[in-house]
């Protein structure tokens, strides 16, 4: 009587360890699988992933902004990273109250920053990600940051066209009182530029007999000269 007491519970205890060993190789089957995910978008993408730890003032990075063929898998970390990277420099000092808000839960939003390589380049990085609390504490902030230099230089460089007359390259005449009145006010000196007019002779013939091509021509050659 014992054994057929016995039995049927050691048949259900294997049962149920059977069952718990095969839920733990499935938990490690879709463990691995989702690692691999995560390394084919990792590789595919010119993301940087982020994770800072507030406790530790620990910034772990996935990634590379160099040009290099960095290791995207391998894990970066910064020490003390509100010394070595926002008091030291690292981000310029305009962008710095924009990181602090971000790290302060201040803002959600998606921000520009810019970030300094040597003494006179940076990078243009967008940064975007959210804070993980431990009950109502910030614990963990996980995001990525995206290199946006060369937009950025695109949107300069139409930015300068629409500024510019397209024959002389020099500033339009609005443009150029703007900038002067930013400067200095009306003190040209004090905002080291100035105006100059001249009157070209003739321009109305020359256009109407020789065509808009060739008097554009002689003005762009003028600007040449004077820049």
Not at 2 to 21: N, W, Y
Not at 162 to 168: A, E, K, L
Not at 182 to 204: V, W
Request: aromatic share 12%; charged share 35%.
């Amino acid at each position: 009587i014992e054994f057929l007491l016995v039995c049927p519970v050691f048949m259900m205890a294997v049962k149920i360890e059977r069952e718990h060993l095969l839920r733990e190789e499935k938990l490690f089957v879709d463990l691995r699988a989702e690692e691999e995910r995560y390394r084919l978008a990792l590789e595919s993408s010119n993301d940087v992933i982020f994770e800072y730890d507030y406790f530790m003032d620990e910034f772990r990075y996935y990634g590379s902004f160099s040009r290099g063929n960095d290791d995207k898998n391998k894990c970066r970390i910064i020490e003390h990273y509100s010394d070595s990277m926002l008091a030291a420099g690292r981000v310029l000092p305009e962008d710095v109250q924009k990181v602090l808000d971000f790290k302060n839960g201040k803002t959600k939003d998606q921000f520009d920053m810019r970030l300094r390589v040597g003494e006179d380049n940076f990078y243009w990085i967008s940064v975007e990600g959210m804070i993980v609390y431990d009950h109502s504490h910030p614990a963990k902030l996980v995001g990525k940051m995206r290199d946006i230099t060369e937009e950025k230089k695109h949107e300069q460089k139409l930015l300068e066209n629409s500024q510019r007359d397209t024959v002389t390259n020099f500033y339009t005449w609005d443009v150029g009182r703007r900038l002067l009145e930013q400067r200095g006010g009306k003190d040209s000196a004090k905002a080291g530029m100035m105006f100059l007019y001249l009157k070209i002779c003739n321009m109305k013939e020359i256009d109407e007999k020789f065509g808009t091509v060739f008097s554009d021509a002689i003005v762009s050659r003028i600007s040449e000269i004077i820049w």
